[in-house]
C-alpha cells in the first residue's frame, strides 16, 4: 500500500513506517469507548476547598516557590483566530449590506467597546479615508468588517488569538499573550524569575517573538522579576496521515500522502521537553483584565498548593516502600491512593508493586468549574486499561452515545473542563518523567472533514487533558466559574468580564 516514494516523505517527517499502519489500522477500527463508572461530583471525585483548605495549600504554594523550585506557565497558543470571527466573515459574503442578525447589530451597536476599535479605525482611516463612524453613518459595514478581517487592515480574520487586542487599559491594549505574561508574574514565577513557554504555529512564532521582545521588558520591571520567555511549534513527528472514506491512504493530486496536525494531544511532546518541576497549563484566550485576576491568582495558587501537598506525601510513601513498608504502612499507603488519589483498585491486590505504580507517575490537580452548558468534556471516574477506575477528562466522542446510562451521566454531569491544570513532571528522586510513556494511544479521535472537495477522514491523537494524561494521578478541584471567561467569538468580547 506504502510505496517507495511514500517511505521517503514519511522518514522526512520523523515517522516511522510502523506508524502509519497503525494510524491507517486505526481508521479501520476506530476507537473503543470509554467505560465508565460515574459523572465526578462534590460528592464523590471533585475536592470543594473551604476557606482554611484554601489558606493551607494557598501558604503551601509559597512555600514551594521560596524553596526555589522551577515553575514554568505552558500556553498552548497555536490557533487561529478565524472561528472567532466566523460570523463577521459571513455578514462580509452576505447579500445584504447593513447589520441584520441579533450578532451583527450587538457587534455594530457595541463597536467602541472593543479593545481593537482605535487599531480599527486607524486601518479604515487609512484604507478608506473614513473612520468606522462616517463609514457606518454612510450605511457602509462591510468595509468596517473587512478593515477588521483582512490582510490590508488588521488581519484579525488570520492571525492567532494570542496576537488579538482583548482589553483596554490606560496604557494601551492588551493581548492574550500579554495577560498570560502577568499571570506568569502573578502565581507563577520564583527565584525572582517568571519561566513561560507558548507553544505556536511556524507561521506566527517570529510575530510571538517580536511581540514579546516588545511587550516583556515592561512588565517585568512593573513586577520586578526576569522572564524566560520561550517558544515550540507542533512536530511534524506528530502529524497524522488522512484516509479516505474505504481506510486507503488519502492522496494529494500528485500522488503524495496527505498528512494533518494531530491536535493539542501532540503537544505532549512539547510538554516532555519544558525543564520544569511543576508546569500550569491554561488555553491562551482563558484571560481576564487586571481587576478580575485576584481571583484567578488565588485559585491558581490552591490547585497548585494541593498539587504540592499530594506530591510530598506519595513522596515520602515511595521512600517508605523503597525502604520496605510494613503491613501496616501498606494499608496507609493504600488508602492514600484511594482516596486522596482517587483511584480505586477494583479487587487487584494492593500490594508494594501496585502501590508503586500508581504512586509513581505524573501528577496533575485540575480545576473544574460548574456546568453552565459551554461545549467541551467534563470530569468522569473511568476505567483505565488495567481495569483500575480513576479520574479523567472526557470528550464526548469517548462516550458511547447508544449507551442510555453512560448519555445520562454526560449530560446530568455537574461540571465542565476549563482547560486550568498544574503538573507534577518529576519523580520523588527528582528525574522527570517521559510524559509520551503516559499516553494511552486506545483513547484518539476520528472526524471527518474534506479537501479540494475530497471527502477524507482525519485522525487526531489522544487530547493533551485526555488520553494523553490517561495515566496519570489525577484530582479534580472546583473553582469558581469567574475564572474561566474564554472567548470564542469576537462578540464574548463584550461581556463584563472583558470590559
Known amino acids: ?37 460515574a459523572a465526578a461530583s462534590v460528592e464523590k471525585g471533585i475536592v470543594a476547598p473551604n476557606e482554611a483548605d484554601r489558606k493551607k495549600y494557598v501558604d ?20 487561529a483566530a478565524s472561528r472567532m470571527f466566523k460570523n463577521m466573515f459571513a455578514f462580509v459574503d452576505a447579500d445584504y449590506d447593513v447589520p441584520t442578525t441579533d450578532f451583527e447589530k450587538k457587534f455594530f451597536n457595541d463597536i467602541e467597546k472593543f479593545a481593537f476599535y482605535e487599531a480599527l479605525n486607524e486601518a479604515c482611516l487609512k ?23 483582512r490582510k490590508e487592515g488588521l488581519n484579525y480574520g488570520q492571525l492567532p488569538k494570542g496576537m488579538l487586542l482583548f482589553h483596554k487599559y490606560a496604557e494601551g491594549a492588551r493581548t492574550p499573550m500579554e495577560e498570560h505574561l502577568v499571570e506568569g508574574a502573578l502565581y507563577a514565577s520564583s527565584n525572582g524569575e517568571a519561566h513561560v513557554h507558548f507553544t505556536v504555529s511556524h507561521e506566527h512564532i517570529e510575530f510571538f517573538k517580536q511581540k514579546v521582545a516588545e511587550k516583556a521588558d515592561g512588565f517585568a520591571s512593573k513586577y520586578g522579576i526576569k522572564y524566560d520567555i520561550t517558544f515550540s511549534e507542533q512536530k511534524p513527528s506528530t502529524d497524522t496521515v488522512a484516509a479516505n472514506p474505504d481506510n486507503t491512504p488519502f492522496r494529494e493530486a500528485d500522488g503524495s500522502l496527505l498528512f494533518r496536525p494531530g491536535g493539542h494531544g501532540a503537544l505532549i511532546e512539547n510538554l516532555n521537553e519544558i525543564d520544569a518541576d511543576v508546569i500550569f497549563i491554561k488555553n491562551i484566550d482563558n484571560v481576564v483584565p487586571d481587576r478580575l485576576k485576584p481571583e484567578t491568582t488565588e485559585w491558581k495558587q490552591v490547585i497548585a498548593g494541593l498539587l504540592v501537598s499530594l506530591q510530598e506525601k506519595a513522596f515520602g510513601y515511595l521512600r517508605l516502600l523503597d525502604a520496605g513498608a510494613s503491613e501496616e504502612q501498606l494499608k496507609e499507603i493504600a488508602a492514600f491512593v484511594k482516596t486522596c488519589l482517587c483511584t480505586d483498585p477494583k479487587g487487584q491486590k494492593e ?51 447508544n449507551n442510555e446510562a453512560y448519555m445520562k451521566m454526560f449530560t446530568q454531569g455537574t461540571h465542565f473542563n476549563p482547560v486550568d491544570l498544574v503538573c507534577a513532571v518529576r519523580d520523588y528522586k527528582g528525574q522527570p518523567f517521559c510524559l509520551p510513556d503516559f499516553v494511552d494511544k486506545t483513547t484518539g479521535f476520528i472526524s471527518s472533514k474534506s479537501k479540494g472537495g475530497k471527502e477524507l477522514k482525519a485522525l487526531e491523537l489522544p487530547g493533551l487533558w485526555n488520553g494523553a494524561m490517561s495515566d496519570w494521578s489525577t484530582v479534580f478541584v472546583e473553582v469558581p466559574l469567574g475564572t474561566f471567561n474564554p472567548v470564542k467569538t469576537v462578540n464574548d468580547l463584550l461581556r463584563d468580564q472583558h470590559q
Not at 2 to 8: E, M, V
Not at 14 to 21: F, M, R, T
Not at 60 to 79: C, D, E, L, M, T
Request: charged content about 25%.
Open 1 to 37: 500500500m506504502l510505496t517507495q516514494q511514500d517511505l521517503k516523505q514519511i522518514a522526512q517527517r520523523g515517522i516511522s513506517e510502523e506508524q502509519i499502519n497503525t494510524q491507517l489500522k486505526q481508521f479501520e477500527t476506530g476507537f473503543p469507548f470509554l467505560r465508565l463508572e
Open 60 to 79: 503551601a504554594w509559597q512555600q514551594y516557590k521560596a524553596n526555589g523550585h522551577r515553575i514554568v506557565k505552558f500556553v498552548p497558543a497555536s490557533g
Open 127 to 149: 484604507n478608506e479615508e473614513k473612520d468606522i463612524k462616517e463609514l457606518m453613518a454612510a450605511g457602509n459595514y462591510k468595509a468596517v468588517a473587512a478593515n477588521m478581517l
Open 351 to 401: 500490594d508494594a508493586a501496585y502501590l508503586r505504580r500508581k504512586l509513581n507517575r505524573p501528577m496533575r490537580v485540575c480545576g473544574v468549574v460548574k456546568n453552565v452548558g459551554e461545549p467541551g468534556g467534563g470530569p468522569f471516574l473511568t476505567y483505565n486499561q488495567d481495569g483500575t477506575v480513576s479520574l479523567q477528562i472526557l470528550e464526548s466522542s469517548q462516550i458511547d452515545t
